[in-house]
């Protein structure tokens, strides 16, 4: 069984800052390109930013020069530090993972449960 645990939420100041981990539990299998996403009440699910296997990132304009993803295999982890916040990045952040389990033909991607991340004005 594979499960993602994400945790680091929480109410901040605007321009303050957050840092989101995200776990991977489980055995047997191979971490391939991990990602987060938020949603906004009434807005949809959005990709913020995503690593590579070989550690290459993808950020939203959005976020970009604020935001910094990173990744250690040896503790199947992903990382979002999150600066100079504002408003605007209110919302549910979501733990992302495609992974290959051993034995099995095709990738699967699993999701984390979500973390609250509140940016006070």
């Known amino acids: 069984q594979v499960q993602l645990v994400e945790s680091g939420g929480g109410l901040e100041q605007a321009g303050g800052s957050l840092r989101l981990s995200c776990a991977v539990s489980g055995s047997t299998f191979i971490l391939n390109s991990m990602a987060w996403y938020r949603q906004a009440p009434g807005k949809q699910r959005e990709m913020v930013a995503s690593?590579?296997?070989?550690?290459?990132?993808n950020y939203v304009d959005s976020v970009k020069g604020r935001f910094t993803i990173s990744r250690d295999n040896a503790k199947k982890a992903v990382y979002l530090q999150m600066n100079s916040l504002k408003p605007e990045d209110t919302a549910v952040y979501y733990c992302n993972a495609d992974i290959q389990r051993l034995g099995w033909v095709a990738s699967v991607i699993y999701w984390g449960q979500g973390t609250q991340v509140t940016v006070s004005s």
């Open positions: 690593v590579s296997s070989d550690s290459s990132a």
